[in-house]
């Protein structure tokens, strides 16, 4: 199989997900007949089940690359303390205290893959709207748009805004999440209001694929980007 022990027994007992190569190597291992392709494509097609983030995240931890489009909120990786805390302390149904600093020192800790991955490619695109947001009050957000001044800088990370003035754009059907792994396989990963899907299906990630590529064209440049979080800074 070419895959440590641990991660074959992790797969097999249901904790970890398998990623498309796996499949492949088990049906040769195993001579299946395709039957194990044809149960993981239709596994793929699962929604709504809470697995699939933390599948992601696992993802995340060994990706060369990371895209990130969102038009609701700043992404995870990018929020502030005070940010996060304001979205999880209004949340309906609403958490304890306990669960709010769960929440957010889960959120804050998964934020270290920014300066542990350097060599990963992370690349942003934001809504200008979300940044023009309060989401907790003018001080919070003056924070958030400092602490992505400052995210902006390292050379592996790409950061755009879509601006306000673009009317139709390639974004409008919700958030996309594509990662790559050091297999070169693409995962894609998208959020609604109570549920999510994690893809692998190669037809669904070109299509996420194309989008993202289109929204790159659409949104302002990286410099452009960064001159517009500059004023926002200025104004508030």
């Not at 790559?180 to 893809?199: I, L, R, V």
Request: charged share 25%.
């Amino acid at each position: 199989m070419r895959y440590q022990p641990g991660t074959v027994a992790s797969i097999e007992q249901g904790r970890g997900f398998p990623p498309r190569v796996f499949v492949e190597r088990a049906e040769e291992v195993r001579d299946a007949f395709g039957v194990l392709k044809g149960v993981y494509k239709h596994a793929t097609r699962e929604k709504g089940l809470a697995s699939w983030f933390r599948q992601w995240a696992d993802l995340e931890e060994q990706a060369i690359s990371l895209y990130t489009w969102e038009n609701r909120l700043v992404p995870g990786l990018l929020q502030t303390d005070a940010y996060a805390r304001t979205l999880f302390g209004g949340r309906i149904p609403m958490f304890t205290d306990s669960e709010i600093e769960a929440q957010v020192t889960a959120r804050l800790a998964r934020q270290a893959l920014l300066d542990d991955r350097p060599n990963t490619l992370f690349s942003f695109i934001i809504e200008e709207h979300v940044l023009r947001r309060p989401i907790g009050g003018t001080h919070v957000m003056r924070q958030q748009i400092e602490h992505l001044l400052a995210a902006t800088e390292p050379r592996n990370l790409e950061f755009q805004v879509m601006p306000a003035e673009r009317g139709f754009h390639a974004g409008l059907n919700g958030p996309i999440r594509l990662l790559e792994t050091p297999d070169n396989e693409w995962f894609a990963y998208c959020e609604g209001q109570e549920n999510s899907q994690f893809a692998t299906n190669p037809q669904t990630i070109s299509v996420l694929h194309m989008r993202y590529a289109k929204l790159r064209s659409q949104a302002l440049t990286p410099e452009d980007s960064r001159s517009l979080l500059e004023r926002m800074r200025g104004a508030l």
